[in-house]
């Protein structure tokens, strides 16, 4: 179970953290990422992450801005959302593959099989 917090209102060029909840047995062969989806448009995979350590993905339109990131202590994923814009709005979601993930798979993050129920983030 994935389990998303974090979201909520921020101005233009502002940050938020996003963070991801999991329960169960995690491995360095495992990997978690965020999507999001505005109203109207399709998912868009953001961002992608070795649990354990190694590869990480980010799309064109966060590289730079967005930093995902993977606590092992906490069981916990996080998404560092900085210089926010207007069309970042939407709704983000948290997803998983808790068995080998390689990275042809981790560069779709939207198709990564077990997701949360995702968290709204409104940049104004």
């Known amino acids: 179970q994935l389990v998303e917090s974090g979201g909520g209102s921020v101005q233009a060029g502002g940050s938020l953290r996003l963070s991801c909840t999991h329960s169960?047995?995690?491995?360095?062969?495992?990997?978690m990422g965020w999507f999001r989806q505005a109203p109207e448009k399709e998912r868009e995979g953001l961002a992608a992450?070795?649990?354990?350590?190694?590869?990480?993905y980010y799309a064109n339109s966060v590289k730079g801005r967005f930093t995902i990131s993977y606590d092992n202590a906490r069981d916990t994923l996080y998404l560092q959302m900085d210089s926010l814009k207007l069309e970042d709005t939407a709704i983000y979601y948290c997803?998983?593959?808790?068995?080998?993930?390689?990275?042809?798979?981790?560069?779709?993050?939207?198709?990564?099989?077990?997701r949360g129920q995702g968290t709204q983030v409104t940049v104004s």
């Open positions: 169960g047995y995690i491995s360095s062969r495992h990997c």
């Open positions: 997803a998983a593959q808790f068995q080998w993930c390689p990275k042809s798979t981790m560069r779709h993050p939207e198709s990564l099989p077990s």
């Open positions: 992450i070795r649990t354990l350590g190694g590869y990480t």
